[in-house]
């Protein structure tokens, strides 16, 4: 096997099915490898991205419409690499959280989650390289399946619910994605995302009905405004690492073929109201998401909450990229979304997991817990505190310079209102940033017992944190690296323009 | 990327910078570790300003640059005016830290404080040597969030509101100040302050947008530099422990408010521009109201730390209005309050909290006769007082003296009134204690001494020694390195003769 790309999809897979028939203590010793293995295939790839710009690959050797074509620009090679960073960290936290010490049931839950877990993984990678309508939507069917086995995998009444809902959310997203796709098949005859771009370039129009199921279909994945309704309790009610990369991950892939279709292929396709439209119901998200998490008692309910308001700001950036003239902004509208892309997938790890920690060692996760959390859990508060300045995009955050550009794009395209949207998010996500950051603060007398937390786990949340704070210190690199066969071009901003 | 001089501003961020994050992984106990590493960080720094100060004054040129993101650059560079204030706030680290020592003995959280104090101290020296907008703001904001823990650092519930309302200011301020910039910059390009200002020739043809631009801008720095009418969470932050007042009102958060009105009317506007658009008369006109508002108010207060609050409110807006008036005198009497008003404040401050700790005195009905008991104390807290009143040969005289004949100069003798009403204020505020602590007889016996001093000396030095600097500023400003000294450099840099 000579190329990472086959590394990206078969290092998972294979270890799914073969932690499988693995005995139980091994499994996440094996997982947390394959991860590992993982990332340095991502590394290994987004190298020959960065040195020979986008890579392909068919597989088997066949060229599309034949056979199956894997790509990878800078977009797919920078999602790669956070993919599996955010999961080796989740499974080196795992480690902990389904340590022996932890009761016998959670041990059985162990067993079935790492072979899961590694399906999940092996998805993502596989949705990220796809080039073609129909690889995609089966990497967002594995997706699912893994999802929604890892969320039911907590047991109990509410995790069973939370985990069937968002089997019949994400069961109707692909029926919705699968129709459009069928009529999109019907109009163009091919599959291949390049080739059916050529052909919309050539004057084929797509049916509108057909994007609209696709659109609709993604929409409900990702959990945009008013199709989020499955996510609070799926995510707050799952085991911890999963929730980690169910928000941080999962709801993003869903994104990432949104932005690909919407932007790579259906440029042309796509109109100019429909943009507004997205952008609104972005910025509904936006507010809806952040009075919620406001509003509820639990932490892992706000944290939740917070994702569908995170997600509306990545919706933000469809209108950016309208507007009249040429300028830089679009590719600040466009790599701006994509970097809070990353810069929230380590910052919602990152409070997953403390969430989880917290809950690990109080037996509860009630807001008002949390008192005295700055002497019972130090690391913890710390890694809260950080992660929770990049969720309100303070700097030196990533999430600060994903701001700024998309800022600086509401500004040069002359679309002032979205910078409102964007400021009103900013202060209601300090507001419910503040609301856990004040309870950690708040001294109490301590509880009389907590249980012991693993190292480990700990210092897994900090260092997502830490990397969220670091994408914003250094960001020129990812920059670069995005920049790579990227739709728009990075015109260095001179005076006036 | 680091010329050879560059070290020497990011070695100055260092020092705290570093010490602050191993202090906070310092077990609680290690009280001698701490107080070694904090003092000996804080000698370092003066010790590496000096040589900035010499260098720079010799001629020599320190710049630090990162590439951060697209075109935009972290520059830290050393120039007259961020000398100025990095001077002030590394002097008056070292006493504050040796202040908080001795008033922290024996309570809890040490490694916490001590930890976010230092990140104060560097987030300041990065507002100071930020060498374009962009720095400015990532260390702008870094200041809001490290001193978030330090308001709320007694946890006790009016703690935590006075915390909350500090971030309901700071961080509206701060997304405002955001959009300021973002917008500035998409007419400006990347804006690196100059001295005499540099939009004239970016962007002079926008002049309707400029202004509210500046409007923006100006809006979202009074926050922390508490321009009336958005002072409102600067009596209410008075809760916390007395270093802190001293660090927010003298040192950091409110020097960094009028630091940036510095930056932007006289390095990115340049005063003549400004003056051009119309900006500078209502900016002057505000000042002045906060100038007679915050004394009035001052004179209501019984609590003594309040008073000193409406007190800085009314004193930092000389400053603003030095900047406001054209010429380079009142400039020089801006950038010497900048200083001036730090090192009297501060003085006022520490005797505040020796009063309270010692003896439990909280109100200015209860200093009667204190003199008698704390001759030091009070002798420190007579000179600063004296001082804000402007009475020669102390520091502020110095200050007011600048701007009067400043305003004389650009004919806004209204000014002059001003100065005069807000003096009388002063003095109305501040003699009635002074009074009362000299020649009243003692209400109440005040418990002995513990030793041959009348309090620590870990809490009378620092504020002996603020006293006698606040006295050798005014009564030496003609000495090479005084204050005064360097904002003429500063003003002879800004106004070119």
Not at chain 1, 161 to 179: D, E, T
Not at chain 2, 89 to 104: C, D, H, K, R
Not at chain 2, 416 to 445: C, D, G, H, M, R
Request: charged fraction near 10%; proline fraction near 5%.
């Amino acid at each position: 096997m000579s190329s990472p790309f086959e590394w990206l999809i078969f290092l998972p897979f294979a270890g799914g099915v073969i932690t499988f028939l693995l005995p139980g203590k091994s499994r996440p010793w094996l997982a947390l490898l394959l991860t590992v293995g993982t990332f340095a295939a991502a590394w290994w790839l987004a190298s020959d991205v960065w040195r020979e710009g986008p890579q392909g690959y068919a597989l088997g050797g066949w060229e599309a419409p034949l056979g199956i074509n894997l790509y990878a620009d800078g977009l797919s090679a920078l999602l790669l690499l956070t993919t599996s960073a955010v999961m080796t960290l989740a499974s080196f936290y795992s480690l902990g959280y389904f340590s022996r010490e932890a009761e016998a049931s959670s041990w059985t839950e162990a067993r079935a989650f790492v072979p899961l877990w590694l399906f999940l993984l092996g998805s993502l990678n596989a949705l990220f390289v796809s080039r073609d309508l129909f690889n995609l939507y089966v990497a967002l069917e594995l997706l699912t399946i893994a999802g929604v086995a890892l969320v039911a995998l907590a047991g109990g009444a509410t995790a069973l619910r939370a985990g069937m809902r968002y089997l019949l959310a994400a069961f109707l997203a692909s029926l919705l994605y699968l129709m459009g796709v069928a009529l999109l098949y019907g109009e163009f005859g091919v599959l291949d995302l390049a080739l059916i771009a050529e052909a919309a370039e050539g004057g084929t129009r797509a049916p509108v009905i057909a994007l609209a199921f696709v659109f609709l279909g993604l929409g409900i994945k990702a959990a945009l405004f008013p199709f989020h309704a499955w996510l609070p309790h799926a995510h707050a009610s799952a085991p911890a690492p999963v929730s980690a990369v169910l928000s941080a991950l999962v709801v993003k892939a869903a994104f990432y073929v949104i932005l690909r279709l919407w932007v790579d292929v259906f440029a042309d396709s796509v109109t100019a109201p429909a943009a507004q439209a997205a952008g609104a119901l972005g910025a509904a998200g936006i507010l809806w998401g952040s009075f919620q998490a406001l509003r509820e008692q639990r932490l892992k309910l706000v944290v939740a909450h917070s994702t569908v308001a995170q997600v509306g700001y990545l919706f933000l950036l469809f209108p950016l990229l309208t507007g009249v003239g040429e300028g830089a902004w679009r590719f600040d509208a466009w790599a701006g979304g994509v970097y809070h892309m990353m810069s929230h997938a380590f910052a919602k790890g990152a409070l997953f997991l403390a969430a989880g920690t917290i809950l690990y060692a109080y037996g509860n996760d009630q807001i008002s817990a949390m008192r005295g959390l700055t002497r019972t859990l130090p690391i913890t508060t710390v890694s809260f505190g950080i992660a929770g300045i990049a969720l309100v995009g303070l700097p030196p955050s990533g999430s600060f310079i994903a701001k700024w550009m998309l800022l600086t794009a509401t500004i040069e395209s002359a679309q002032w209102w979205w910078a409102v949207v964007i400021g009103a998010g900013t202060l209601l996500s300090g507001a419910y940033v503040y609301r856990l950051v004040s309870a950690a603060f708040t001294p109490d007398t301590l509880p009389e017992s907590i249980r012991p937390v693993p190292r480990v786990m700990e210092y897994a949340s900090l260092i997502l944190a830490l990397t969220s704070l670091g994408l914003g210190l250094r960001a020129a690199e990812p920059f670069d690296l995005l920049e790579v066969g990227a739709p728009f071009s990075m015109i260095v901003a001179g005076v006036g323009t | 990327m680091i010329e050879t001089g560059g070290w020497l501003p990011v070695s100055i961020l260092a020092t705290s910078g570093l010490v602050g994050i191993v202090i906070f992984f310092l077990d609680e106990p290690r009280h001698r570790t701490r107080n070694f590493l904090n003092i000996f960080a804080a000698l370092a720094k003066i010790v590496l300003v000096a040589i900035a100060i010499g260098g720079y004054v010799e001629g020599e040129e320190y710049e630090a640059r990162f590439a951060f993101v697209l075109e935009f650059d972290l520059l830290l560079r050393v120039d007259a005016v961020s000398l100025l204030f990095a001077g002030l706030s590394s002097v008056l680290w070292l006493l504050t830290t040796i202040y908080a020592i001795g008033y922290l003995e024996d309570s809890p959280h040490r490694s916490r404080f001590f930890g976010f104090f230092s990140i104060c101290v560097t987030a300041t020296m990065g507002i100071a040597f930020a060498g374009n907008l962009i720095t400015f703001v990532l260390f702008y904001e870094l200041l809001t969030i490290a001193t978030y823990p330090l308001v709320v650092h007694r946890g006790s519930e009016e703690a935590l509101a006075a915390g909350r309302t500090y971030l309901i200011y700071t961080l509206g301020g701060g997304t405002a100040l955001l959009v300021g910039v973002v917008w500035l910059h998409t007419i400006a390009g990347p804006i690196e302050f100059g001295p005499g200002g540099v939009l004239e020739q970016a962007a002079s043809g926008n002049s309707w947008e400029l202004r509210v631009i500046f409007a923006v801008l100006i809006g979202s720095l009074g926050v922390k530099a508490a321009l009336v009418p958005l002072h409102g969470w600067l009596p209410v932050a008075m809760v916390a422990p007395a270093p802190v007042s001293a660090l927010l009102h003298a040192v950091a958060v409110v020097k960094a408010g009028a630091f940036g009105i510095v930056r932007v009317v006289h390095y990115v506007y340049g005063s003549d521009f400004a003056d051009s658009l119309n900006l500078l008369l209502p900016l002057a006109i505000i000042a002045s109201i906060t100038i007679v508002f915050g004394s009035l108010r001052a004179l209501a207060q019984d609590d003594i730390k309040r008073r000193l609050a409406f007190s800085t409110v009314s004193q930092l807006s000389y400053i603003t209005l030095g900047v406001a008036i054209v010429g380079p005198i009142a400039a020089v009497g801006a950038l010497v309050h900048l200083v001036h008003q730090g090192v009297m404040k501060v003085t006022l401050f520490f005797c505040a909290g020796n009063l309270a700790e010692t003896l439990g005195i909280h109100n200015v009905s209860e200093l009667d006769g204190v003199a008698r008991r704390m001759p030091v104390t009070m002798t420190a807290f007579t000179i600063g007082g004296l001082g804000m009143i402007g009475l020669p040969p102390i520091a502020g005289f110095i200050s007011k003296w600048h701007l009067g004949l400043g305003a004389m100069e650009a004919d806004f003798a209204w000014v002059i009134v001003i100065l005069a009403t807000s003096s009388l204020l002063n003095a109305a505020y501040f003699f009635p204690p002074i009074y009362a602590a000299w020649f009243k007889t003692p209400q109440v016996e005040y418990p002995p001494a513990p030793g041959r001093l009348e309090t620590s000396w870990m809490l009378l030095v620092p504020a002996a020694a603020t006293a006698l600097m606040s006295f050798l500023a005014g009564a030496l400003a003609g000495v090479p390195y005084s204050p005064l000294d360097i904002a003429e450099l500063v003003a002879e840099v800004v106004y070119p003769p």
